[in-house]
């Protein structure tokens, strides 16, 4: 049932995303194609036609123990069809370490970049077996996160979970916020005491602009590099109140260094048109972006306003019948509109069945005062900048030449639930109309748009999901919440993998250019005391398999076992499904 399911989604999305060779080239037809990824009228272009993809997360890359590994990783993703890989292209440090891949050390007032075999030689690897098995590597250059374990005396503010057993004793990057970034700067640069100061310090832009130069240089010339990415999920948090609904512990609530109340979107924005036009002047060769999470600041006023296209001229437009009427702009009205309907039933719903905590359905218990019903009275941290971000606005930034997003529905609310529905089908919905909003946005702005990461955590993976490491389910207990009833955090296997295909297919139907899932799980990987893949660690993640080999960190994400052969099937597939677009 659900091979056919898949079967029939792969085929539609073939059809949607057959090649479209353009206009443009029969116009550049003297010019021989760039040996470098561009972007032409919504579409990324390579070699002479459009690419778009499906692909992966390993950030692990760079800190494998042997070349080896590295080889054989990108490999198995090859084999997997995989044609796109987004890894970490920083690594800061406060102290050498004794063991284990770093770039950049941060101490003493001063940075100093490592390019010894276990230094940015690393990176270099990485790219250079990439081009070896036609994968192109979307490189990002630095973290939004970076909390210390509380046991770590500099930590100060800025710590994370300290449940025995957790990350504190996970070998330095074994987890994706624990290569340095922006704090890591915050700490030694300023005062320490806000994470924002990483966007307007001048001594902090100047040293990460310098860091920015040091590598993007270095691949100037190299057709393996995608693009570069200029943070992980760059946000800060304006209003803290609205945070704390969800991050509930104290512990979670010191992740990150605090913002000051002083910031709003134009800060990032700024930030991100300076930092693109600088790695523009370095390298004019590979596309830019932000790495952001694709939060909306709706109505909010722009520093880089979408000029209104020209109304479409009636006679000489080539018609194509699968265009869907041009997209509208995102506008609290709208939003408020369009959740309307679903506000109604949860009201008439909370009339009819008052109970303190939560709404009884066909017997189950639904939304509960979860973090999605939060947003009752506006339109939600997702849409109203609470997260500092507003990706339309540094979407139309000139030198950003694609947008980015994330699905992360354990960690972010997209939307409101519909209480008639289970909680997986409100998960799945509202990633849906996430991926449709910002497949809307690109066509808006004339630009591609790529999800770079999306996942589920499933229960298998719940206790690898860290540094959260919730144990409280995030789609709402389907038991009465008094007395509070531990469910199973996650969803099963099979619920994962049929999101994942809807969300493909989403993507693949609407028009998005590309989509990454997070993340990637490797097995047969060489073991080295005190780095990512180490044989001193038993636990989630990082536990070897049998004695010298290990598997890839994970974050709660990474899948593996016989729901890795049905994950990478899934991805496969519609890899395929794009096909000829991706021949390089
Ligand atoms: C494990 O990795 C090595 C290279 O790192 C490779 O030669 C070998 O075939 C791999 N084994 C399996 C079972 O994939
Ligand atoms: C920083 O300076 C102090 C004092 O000179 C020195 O002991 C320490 O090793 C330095 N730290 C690093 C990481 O270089
Ligand atoms: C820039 O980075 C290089 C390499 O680490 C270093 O030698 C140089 O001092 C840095 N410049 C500034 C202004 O920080
Ligand atoms: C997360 O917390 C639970 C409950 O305290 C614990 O059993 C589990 O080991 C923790 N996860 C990790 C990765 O240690
Ligand atoms: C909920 O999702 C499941 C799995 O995708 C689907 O089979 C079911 O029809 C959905 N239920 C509703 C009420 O939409
Ligand atoms: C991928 O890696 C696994 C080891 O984790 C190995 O068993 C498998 O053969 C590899 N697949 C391909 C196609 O290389
Ligand atoms: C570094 O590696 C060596 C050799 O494997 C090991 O003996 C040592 O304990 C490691 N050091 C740390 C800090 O992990
Ligand atoms: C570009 O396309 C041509 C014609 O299809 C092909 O021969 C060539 O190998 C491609 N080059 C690259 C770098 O993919």
Redesign the pocket.
């Known amino acids: 049932m659900y091979l056919a399911f898949l079967l029939q989604v792969l085929l539609s999305a073939l059809l949607v995303s057959a090649v479209k060779p353009t206009r443009t080239l029969s116009k550049r037809q003297t010019t021989p194609p760039s040996k470098f990824v561009t972007s032409q009228n919504g579409q990324f272009m390579f070699n002479g036609s459009t690419l778009d993809f499906v692909g992966t997360n390993a950030y692990w890359l760079p800190v494998l123990n042997s070349d080896e590994d590295i080889d054989f990783t990108l490999g198995n993703l090859s084999a997997a069809g995989i044609k796109i890989v987004r890894t970490w292209a920083f690594n800061d440090v406060g102290t050498i370490p004794v063991n284990g891949t770093w770039f950049q050390l941060i101490a003493n007032g001063t940075t100093v970049i490592n390019e010894g075999p276990n230094g940015l030689q690393k990176l270099d690897t990485v790219v250079k077996l990439a081009e070896k098995h036609g994968i192109f590597v979307l490189l990002s250059l630095t973290n939004n996160w970076n909390p210390l374990p509380l046991d770590n005396q500099a930590a100060g503010i800025s710590a994370r979970d300290t449940?025995p057993?957790?990350?504190k004793v996970l070998p330095r990057n074994a987890l994706s916020n624990d290569y340095g970034g922006m704090d890591a700067y915050v700490r030694e640069f300023s005062d320490g005491k806000n994470h924002d100061a990483f966007y307007v310090n001048p001594t902090i832009l100047a040293k990460f602009t310098n860091y920015t130069t040091q590598i993007v240089s270095r691949y100037v010339e190299s057709p393996a590099i995608f693009a570069w990415e200029i943070a992980n999920d760059p946000r800060y948090i304006i209003r803290l109140s609205l945070i704390c609904i969800w991050l509930k512990s104290p512990h979670q609530m010191q992740l990150l260094l605090p913002a000051t109340v002083l910031c709003n979107t134009h800060t990032i924005t700024k930030f991100h048109s300076t930092i693109a036009q600088h790695i523009n002047q370095v390298d004019p060769n590979h596309l830019v972006s932000s790495g952001n999470q694709g939060f909306f600041c709706v109505d909010c006023p722009k520093l880089f306003p979408r000029v209104a296209p020209p109304p479409p001229q009636t006679s000489s437009t080539p018609s194509n019948n699968r265009r869907r009427s041009p997209p509208k702009p995102l506008t609290k009205r709208g939003l408020l509109q369009e959740r309307k309907a679903i506000r109604n039933k949860v009201r008439n719903l909370q009339k009819r069945t008052s109970t303190a905590g939560g709404i009884r359905i066909r017997g189950r218990w639904m939304s509960t005062e979860t973090k999605r019903q939060s947003d009752d009275q506006g339109i939600g941290p997702s849409f109203d900048g609470s997260y500092g971000i507003d990706s339309e606005d540094i979407l139309n930034i000139p030198q950003i030449g694609f947008g980015t997003f994330q699905l992360f529905p354990d960690q972010n609310s997209y939307g409101i639930d519909d209480p008639t529905l289970p909680a997986f089908n409100n998960t799945v919905n509202q990633g849906l109309d996430w991926i449709r909003r910002h497949a809307d946005v690109g066509k808006l702005f004339g630009k591609p748009v790529t999800l770079n990461g999306f996942g589920l955590v499933t229960q298998a993976n719940a206790?690898?999901?860290?540094p959260f490491?919730q144990?409280q389910a995030p789609f709402g207990p389907d038991s009465p919440p008094s007395p509070p009833a531990q469910q199973p955090f996650g969803i099963t296997d099979a619920q994962r993998d049929d999101a994942y295909a809807q969300w493909l297919h989403a993507g693949l139907q609407n028009g998005l250019q590309g989509m990454l899932q997070y993340q990637w799980s490797q097995g047969n990987l060489t073991t080295g005391v005190g780095t990512a893949i180490s044989p001193t660690v038993s636990?989630?993640?990082v536990s070897p398999t049998v004695s010298g080999t290990g598997l890839s960190p994970n974050d709660g994400y990474s899948i593996q076992g016989a729901g890795l052969d049905q994950a990478v099937g899934t991805i496969q597939q519609a890899a395929q499904a794009l096909g000829p677009d991706q021949q390089r």
């Open positions: 449940t057993g957790t990350n206790p690898s999901f860290v490491n144990t636990g989630t993640g």
